[in-house]
T-cell receptor, first 111, second 115 residues
């Protein structure tokens, strides 16, 4: 499975955009980039995923570089409730295509 | 139901006791995953079901761990002769299809504490 590299932690200002980077330099052509987040004492929450095109939904935007070796998750207007651990995952198209979680980025949104 | 439901939410077991953790996936979801999450760590894959078939159990840490999904809906993760190192949050996730382009939804987890 392709590995991902994320910053261990980052702080964001409430009301500002939060840009979370992820490197996945060994990604293959049939592998998707997924983002989940986990708020304390809850199960992981799906945010967004993409293959090669940029994606946007009601929660966030996902920007994938043209070579697909890195991506950025954008939370357009961070709120205190966005404080969580954010996981960038490369998902292999295979039997079961399990999600392999790394350490994630601990994001703290500050007032 | 609206989401993945797990029960119990909390379980305290004495060392050596057997436990059973239940997962009710979203209705109609084909794929079901179990994960184990130790304190301060990311979730670790345990096993995967496609309907009632257990296609991947490569993450089960020992033969004390057993999972089943006999009718392709509800799943049970059983841990025999629990040990202290089994203390963790056990997460279940389900997905509508088997494809990698379909998101998986997680339950709230069962926190197991072995004393």
């Amino acid at each position: 499975d392709a590995k991902t590299t994320q910053p261990t932690s980052m702080d964001c200002a409430e009301g500002r955009a939060a840009n979370l980077p992820c490197n996945h330099s060994t990604i293959s052509g049939n592998e998707y980039v997924y983002w989940y987040r986990q708020i304390h004492s809850q199960g992981p929450q799906y945010i967004i995923h993409g293959l090669k095109n940029n994606e946007t939904n009601e929660m966030a935007s996902l920007i994938i570089t043209e070579d697909r070796k890195s991506s950025t998750l954008i939370l357009p207007h961070a709120t205190l409730r966005d404080t969580a651990v954010y996981y960038c995952i490369v998902r292999v198209w295979a039997a079961g295509n399990k999600l392999t979680f790394g350490g994630g980025t601990r994001v703290l949104v500050k007032p | 139901g609206a989401g993945v439901s797990q029960s119990p939410r909390y379980k305290v077991a004495k060392r050596g006791q057997d436990v059973a953790l239940r997962c009710d996936p979203i209705s109609g979801h084909v794929s079901l995953f179990w994960y184990q999450q130790a304190l301060g760590q990311g979730p670790e894959f345990l096993t995967y079901f496609q309907n009632e078939a257990q296609l991947d159990k490569s993450g089960l840490p020992s033969d004390r761990f057993f999972a089943e999904r006999p009718e392709g809906s509800v799943s049970t993760l059983k841990i025999q002769r629990t040990q202290q190192e089994d203390s963790a949050v056990y997460l279940c996730a389900s997905s509508r299809t088997t494809g990698a382009d379909t998101e998986a939804f997680f339950g709230q987890g069962t926190r197991l504490t072995v004393v």
